[in-house]
C-alpha cells in the first residue's frame, strides 16, 4: 500500500466507507495541527471529522459523535 489515504473514512466496519486494508498501517489525524486520538470518521475534502462525544452510546452501542469542521491531515504514522 502506498501512503496516500482516502478522502474519507471510517473506523465502524458497518459504514461504507469503513476500509480493512487501510487499518494495516498506523494512522494518524491532524485537525487543525492537533494530532486527535479519538475520530471516528473523517472527510478532508469536506473539512471535519467525527469524535465521540464522552462515554455516550446509542441504543445499538456505537458511540454518539459530534461533527468538528476544520483542516483535517490524515497521515501514516512511521514505525518505530
Not at 496516500?4 to 473514512?9: G, M, N, V
Not at 472527510?43 to 455516550?56: N, R, T
Not at 454518539?64 to 504514522?77: D, F, N, Q, R, S
Amino acid at each position: 500500500m502506498t501512503d496516500t489515504l482516502p478522502d474519507r473514512l471510517s473506523v465502524n466496519p458497518n459504514s461504507k466507507y469503513y476500509d480493512e486494508g487501510v487499518f494495516k498501517n498506523d494512522i494518524g489525524i491532524r485537525f487543525n495541527g492537533v494530532d486527535k486520538t479519538n475520530v471516528e470518521e473523517y472527510c478532508v475534502s469536506e473539512g471535519w471529522i467525527k469524535v465521540a462525544a464522552g462515554k455516550s452510546v446509542d441504543r445499538h452501542g456505537n458511540p454518539l459523535t459530534i461533527t468538528l469542521k476544520g483542516a483535517v491531515e490524515p497521515y501514516v504514522k512511521e514505525r518505530k
